[in-house]
């Protein structure tokens, strides 16, 4: 996944991003579940190699503040506007999150 990432980003079309949700596993409910994903997703960023990524983790306040069911699509909106390239994210086990009814994302 790794070389899949770096060839996509350093052709610069796209940014591109890795989060794999495994860690969540335990978490059932979609008040917890959602938070938890956005941290995941922010995390992702700030581990990126790639400085425009970065730069986008370090202002959450256009979705921070928000019902927990509209994290994730503030969250998208935000890196949208605010990115100069489309992202590309890649989620890994979101499979994990089966219990939790994620029809809201």
């Given at each position: ?65 928000v019902a927990p ?37």
């Amino acid at each position: 996944m790794e070389a899949l990432l770096n060839k996509i980003n350093d052709e610069r079309k796209y940014y591109a991003l890795y989060r794999s949700f495994s860690p969540l596993e335990k978490v059932a409910r979609v008040k917890e579940a959602i938070p938890a994903l956005v941290e995941q997703i922010k995390t992702a960023l700030n581990k990126s190699k790639v400085d425009g990524l970065r730069k986008l983790s370090s202002d959450d306040s256009q979705y921070s503040a928000v019902a927990p069911t509209l994290k994730i699509r503030r969250m998208l909106k935000y890196l949208s506007a605010g990115s100069d390239k489309d992202i590309v994210i890649f989620f890994d086990s979101i499979d994990s999150l089966a219990p939790a009814p994620f029809c809201l994302l």
